[in-house]
Antibody
Framework: EVQLVESGGALVQPGGSLRLSCVAS????????MNWVRQAPGKGLEWISY????????YYVDSVEGRFTISRDDARNSLSLQMNSLRVEDTAVYYC?????????????WGQGTLVTVSS | QSVLTQPPSVSGAPGQRVTISCSGS????????VNWYQQVPGTAPKLLIH???RRPSGVPDRFSGSKSGTSASLAISGLQSEDEADYYC?????????????FGGGTKLTVL
């Protein structure tokens, strides 16, 4: 069974840092492109970052470029998101999502999400 | 302001058919495929339709997708109470600075 389990969400002050993790199981993690998607309270979905497989291609949405860093550790079946210079508007539930190449990159499995609250 | 435009809400009675529209541009829907996600409040999104009109295993055939030009639609026939959820369209967007995944703002489906 495919599982994605996020952790690391917390209450943090503006300007602070946080590292989110997503541990994968039930599939060959190294073969899949991965993404982070967030959802602010009461709002819609916002894609924030992508990381490819062997070539490690990386993309970010403009609003997090230079502040967030996506990475993966295929040996540990783990995806990470290092978040620096956090802002109040980064408050959201953060989901990791697997991209399915056979589905033109659609996100076929999602984690349960981890809540990040940025507030003083 | 989302890159893809969806109606904020739609509604229908049990058994009826509803459609949700998703409007984009040449850099996203006009060039790339469209995916649809269903999200029951308080839970993670679930892939409903991929590659414009393909259903993953386990998704009932009451759900169907289509795309024409820079717009796409999700149709739900034979509405059931468990279909009450938020629905999001999504597509890659080929920006000059590098591709993004863009979502619609979401459509809340109410089953009357």
């Amino acid at each position: 069974e495919v599982q994605l389990v996020e952790s690391g969400g917390a209450l943090v002050q503006p300007g602070g840092s946080l590292r989110l993790s997503c541990v994968a199981s039930g599939f060959t993690f190294r073969s899949y492109e991965m993404n982070w998607v967030r959802q602010a309270p009461g709002k819609g979905l916002e894609w924030i970052s992508y990381i490819g497989t062997f070539d490690r291609t990386i993309y970010y949405v403009d609003s997090v470029e230079g502040r967030f860093t996506i990475s993966r550790d295929d040996a540990r079946n783990s995806l990470s998101l290092q978040m620096n210079s956090l802002r109040v508007e980064d408050t959201a539930v953060y989901y990791c999502a697997r991209a399915q190449v056979d589905y033109d990159g659609a996100f076929d499995f999602w984690g349960q999400g981890t809540l990040v609250t940025v507030s003083s | 302001q989302s890159v893809l435009t969806q109606p904020p809400s739609v509604s229908g009675a049990p058994g009826q058919r509803v459609t949700i529209s998703c409007s984009g541009s040449s850099s996203n829907i006009g060039t790339n495929t469209v995916n649809w996600y269903q999200q029951v409040p308080g839970t993670a999104p679930k892939l409903l339709i991929h590659s414009n009109n393909r259903r993953p295993s386990g998704v009932p055939d009451r759900f169907s997708g289509s795309k024409s030009g820079t717009s796409a639609s999700l149709a739900i026939s034979g509405l059931q109470s468990e279909d009450e959820a938020d629905y999001y369209c999504a597509s890659w967007d080929d920006r000059v600075n590098g591709p993004d995944v863009v979502f619609g703002g979401g459509t809340k489906l109410t089953v009357l």
